[in-house]
T-cell receptor, first 115, second 116 residues
Framework: AQKVTQAQTEISVVEKEDVTLDCVYE???????LFWYKQPPSGELVFLIR??????QNEISGRYSWNFQKSTSSFNFTITASQVVDSAVYFC????????????FGKGTRLSVIA | EAGVTQFPSHSVIEKGQTVTLRCDPISGHDNLYWYRRVMGKEIKFLLH????????ESGMPNNRFLAERTGGTYSTLKVQPAELEDSGVYFC??????????????FGPGTRLTVL
């Protein structure tokens, strides 16, 4: 069975601090996909990134970066120089084989960035 | 390009009543998914359509839930009769059918259902 654990329920940081959101996953599949979604106060889930199990390269997009380590089954998300607009709930998710299979979500981490 | 839209945004009904949620996927997306988040829990998969066919409905909680996607465009999710435990946020997502770089699921804003 697949499982995603986001151990941090809530995190609060002061603006401009760096923050890392943890994601640990469990799967017996050799081919799988990992995702991060952001849920701002408006409610929709906004896609941030996907990574397949064969690509362990880290990714950087502006202030966002992701660290995928198969050895520890982790896919952590770091926001550098956080801003108030980063305040949201962040979800890590896992799917088998492709993106067109059901996503298994973690419980989410609520990030509050204080000015 | 319009994103996934859902209607209504909120619905408050009494136990035993019927509610129908609607989802319009991104134009051209053959795959449509329903998920649900009950308070304090994970977002859980309900079912997956490919065009008008149900590909996977393993997450549907019971036969009080009926999903349809006539014509392979928009989808409806009916709850009849609603129970208190059905309260939560119902999300719809859609994705393209194609190579593995295009099958990311894009989500709508959700419908918040409250059963009193």
């Amino acid at each position: 069975a697949q499982k995603v654990t986001q151990a941090q329920t809530e995190i609060s940081v002061v603006e401009k601090e760096d923050v890392t959101l943890d994601c640990v996953y469990e799967t017996r599949d050799t081919t799988y996909y990992l995702f991060w979604y952001k849920q701002p106060p408006s409610g929709e889930l906004v896609f941030l990134i996907r990574r397949n199990s064969f690509d362990e390269q880290n990714e950087i997009s502006g202030r966002y970066s992701w660290n995928f380590q198969k050895s520890t089954s982790s896919f952590n998300f770091t926001i550098t120089a956080s801003q108030v607009v980063d305040s949201a709930v962040y979800f890590c998710a896992l799917s088998r084989y492709s993106g067109n299979t059901p996503l298994v979500f973690g419980k989410g981490t609520r990030l509050s960035v204080i000015a | 390009e319009a994103g996934v839209t859902q209607f209504p945004s909120h619905s408050v009904i009494e136990k035993g009543q019927t509610v129908t949620l609607r989802c319009d996927p991104i134009s051209g997306h053959d795959n449509l998914y329903w998920y649900r988040r009950v308070m304090g829990k994970e977002i859980k998969f309900l079912l997956h359509f490919v065009k008008e066919s149900k590909q996977d409905e393993s997450g549907m909680p019971n036969n009080r839930f009926l999903a349809e996607r006539t014509g392979g465009t928009y989808s409806t999710l009916k709850v009849q009769p609603a129970e208190l435990e059905d309260s939560g946020v119902y999300f719809c997502a859609s994705s393209q059918q194609g190579d593995l770089d295009t099958d990311t699921q894009y989500f709508g804003p959700g419908t918040r259902l409250t059963v009193l």
